[in-house]
């Protein structure tokens, strides 16, 4: 295939909620353009970019996929983005190599929380939009209102500046086509058809409201450059070139959010899409420089800034990684400038190393298209680098920058992990390091308190999807289980202890005593240790064999084996013998003393409590606020954006291991949370009891 410039490259991110059709829309995108013999289908994987079996399975996309379409002259680099909100860390992570987002609506329900998140997140990475209404062959698109009343929606919710470029034709027989509002023409399909339109005149009873709207256009288009206005007021309109450059310049700058009207399974308007991507949508070229930071070890704070332009040195972004069992690892990277070609060795900025691009290729799904070299602004893919990861940037020795990532969240699921087998467990760790690399929000980790395998995600389906490639890619079969709640004991009064310890069994024997005080100190605090023995009636080499002894005590629990924190203990007088006494006998005291000491010092439990922002449409939230005082949560704030609301509330750990499950039940699927430890607090008594009741207790040790 041809190389491309700058100039004749768009890069879109195709985002939305779940079952907005994006990926069909996609699919329907490469056909129209004659990429694909046939129109694939999600249902059964010939998609282009539902190529993933966990993904087929499913019925959702999880994960960021890249296709190209080559339209009258022009690259169009697609990424096709999760829409189910468990991924839409996914669909951020894509605005960074895109310089549009295609924003997909669902014709049947409008504007959906994802869909709202997906809005938010371009508006903070400043990344020009286009609004596809998408199932417009559905006999309920527009919702209970019609399409009207959805085109006014979609105005007043994101603004004036949100506006359609196009009208849908809709008759008896549902959609037939669209008006296209720049060119005052109409154009009609045939469902299910490769996707190409006859255009023809707009038709009688769409022809006011066509003109209204158009003139509407004109002057958004034109509002802020005075040679425009005053064309606008001279003439009424603008001539066709002024109106195309005016559009395309509004587009770029985010002054015009321009609405189109398609359906993806009919492939009915997905060469006006194709069209308008091209026209309108700002190239790599037109974008502004990327800003970075120096070298990795490099002391200076100064940005560092590179133009996406052939002539300045060339760099390279990864922003993906896959793992092929075949390919190996392959890396999806942003050309960020220069020319890359095809077994250029570049030196990887962030890690120190070198790599060679070999088999440079472009994407269409899971297959590689192999080309000899990539311009500036391209999209590209190579196999088998050895150390490079998502997030790395590479380029030409000598001309360092750093181009930072989106940042990720914190997951809001953690679950136990256990491999079934010996073999299993030797498979384990390296399978799942493979997937960490793919997905950047997955974390793998050991348990210090409990000593468990957690394995952490977005919430349940995103770990069983994990659990499944672990499975059916790398054959390490694993199960999956609840983890312990980290609890931590504590003491909540001051008190003193006598920690006496003597044994004689001839020869040496062991003496050591100690008397301490206890005291409760802040949440978070930890432990410290005081001594206050003068006149040596414990020896100074002696003191810190208490402090162990206490230390050790304290790790080992006093009420269900759960470690003892925020608290002081003094030490203030004791005994010893000068030949019995030693480190062991003194650590001994000491374990002695902190179990006297707790038993006065009135013990207590605590239970870690997390910060949760859980997200739904507006009519769910009493139902979410009744379910959180349910929960023993503390509801920390509402706020409303659009029609989402957003609920920040306090709640236990323990009350939120299977919240997610609950919330997707509560509101069908459309909302979604996020949740990260905040601080630890004390459990409520009647809590506290059917936790001690079904804890295992410290085994006593045979002191005296």
């Not at 994960?63 to 169009?76: D, L, M, P, R």
């Not at 799904?365 to 998502?390: C, F, M, N, S």
Request: net charge negative; charged share 25%; glycine share 10%.
């Amino acid at each position: 295939m041809k190389t491309y410039q700058g100039s004749e490259i768009r890069n879109v991110a195709v985002a939305g909620h779940a079952q907005s059709g994006k990926t069909t829309l996609v699919a329907a995108l490469l056909h129209a353009a004659k990429m694909t013999p046939t129109q694939g289908r999600v249902q059964d994987g010939s998609a282009v970019t539902a190529y993933d079996e966990e993904e087929v399975a499913r019925g959702t996309t999880m994960q960021n996929a890249v296709a190209f379409a080559e339209w009258q002259g022009v690259k169009i680099n697609f990424i096709d983005t999760p829409g189910f909100h468990m991924f839409t860390h996914e669909s951020r992570a894509a605005l960074l190599p895109a310089e549009s987002a295609l924003v997909v609506i669902n014709a049947q329900n409008g504007i959906e929380p994802v869909t709202e998140r997906v809005w938010r997140n371009a508006d903070e990475a400043q990344v020009p939009r286009i609004v596809v209404v998408n199932q417009m062959d559905n006999p309920k698109a527009g919702g209970e209102g019609g399409l009207s009343k959805m085109i006014e929606d979609i105005s007043e919710h994101w603004g004036r500046q949100c506006l359609p470029v196009q009208l849908p034709i809709v008759d008896g027989g549902g959609f037939k086509g669209v008006v296209d509002l720049v060119t005052m023409e109409a154009f009609q399909y045939t469902p299910n058809g490769d996707g190409r339109a006859k255009a023809g005149e707009i038709p009688a009873a769409m022809a006011e409201d066509a003109k209204t709207r158009h003139e509407a256009l004109v002057e958004l288009a034109a509002e802020g450059k005075d040679e425009l206005m005053e064309e606008f007021f001279d003439k009424g309109t603008l001539t066709p070139e002024h109106l195309i450059e005016a559009l395309h310049a509004a587009v770029r700058e985010c002054r015009i959010y321009p609405v189109l009207f398609a359906s993806g399974e009919a492939n009915m308007g997905t060469d006006r899409i194709l069209d308008f991507i091209k026209e309108y949508a700002p190239s790599p070229a037109e974008r502004a420089p990327f800003t970075g930071k120096p070298a990795a070890g490099d002391d200076s704070e100064a940005a560092v800034t590179r133009k996406v332009d052939d002539g300045e040195p060339a760099a390279i972004m990864v922003f993906k990684t896959m793992s092929d069992p075949f390919a190996g690892r392959i890396s999806f990277f942003k050309v960020i400038s220069g020319v890359i070609k095809n077994d250029a060795a570049l030196e990887n900025y962030t890690r120190r190393g070198s790599e060679k691009l070999s088999h440079l290729s472009v994407m269409q799904g899971r297959k590689a298209v192999e080309i000899p070299e990539l311009h500036a602004g391209d999209l590209g893919a190579v196999a088998k680098l050895r150390d490079t990861l998502t997030g790395d940037t590479l380029g030409v020795k000598g001309s360092d920058i750093q181009i930072p990532i989106a940042r990720m969240p914190e997951p809001a699921m953690t679950y136990a992990i256990e491999p079934k087998s010996r073999a299993d467990e030797d498979k384990l760790a390296p399978a799942i390091h493979k997937l960490m690399e793919e997905d950047l929000l997955i974390r793998f980790f050991r348990d210090p308190q409990t000593n468990e395998f957690l394995i952490a995600g977005a919430g349940q389906p995103h770990i069983e999807a994990i659990v499944s490639r672990l499975k059916k890619r790398y054959h390490a079969e694993v199960t999956l289980k609840a983890p312990k709640v980290p609890y931590l004991e504590t003491i909540r009064a001051k008190g003193e202890a006598h920690g006496r310890h003597k044994k004689q069994s001839g020869g040496h024997g062991q003496f050591g005593d100690c008397k301490i005080r206890m005291e409760p100190q802040p949440r978070g605090a930890g432990f410290e240790f005081a001594s206050e023995i003068f006149g040596g009636s414990i020896p100074k080499n002696f003191i810190p064999a208490i402090e162990k002894g206490v230390v050790e005590a304290a790790a080992r629990g006093f009420l269900a084996g759960y470690p003892v924190v925020d608290f002081k203990v003094i030490v203030y007088d004791g005994s010893y013998h000068d030949v019995d006494s030693n480190e062991l006998s003194f650590k001994t005291a000491g374990r002695i003393a902190f179990k006297k000491g707790m038993e006065v010092c009135k013990p207590a439990l605590l239970e870690p409590i997390m910060k949760v922002e859980i997200e739904a449409p507006e009519e769910f939230a009493g139902a979410i606020m009744g379910d959180l005082s349910g929960r023993r949560g503390r509801p920390q704030g509402m706020e409303s954006k659009g029609r989402t609301t957003i609920v920040n509330a306090e709640v236990p750990m323990a009350e939120m291991l299977t919240y997610g499950t609950q919330l997707t039940s509560m509101t069908q699927g459309k909302g979604s949370y996020r949740m990260e430890m905040d601080h630890y607090d004390f459990v409520p008594q009647i809590v506290a009891e059917k936790i001690l009741a079904n804890a295992k207790r410290p085994i006593d040790e045979e002191e005296e």
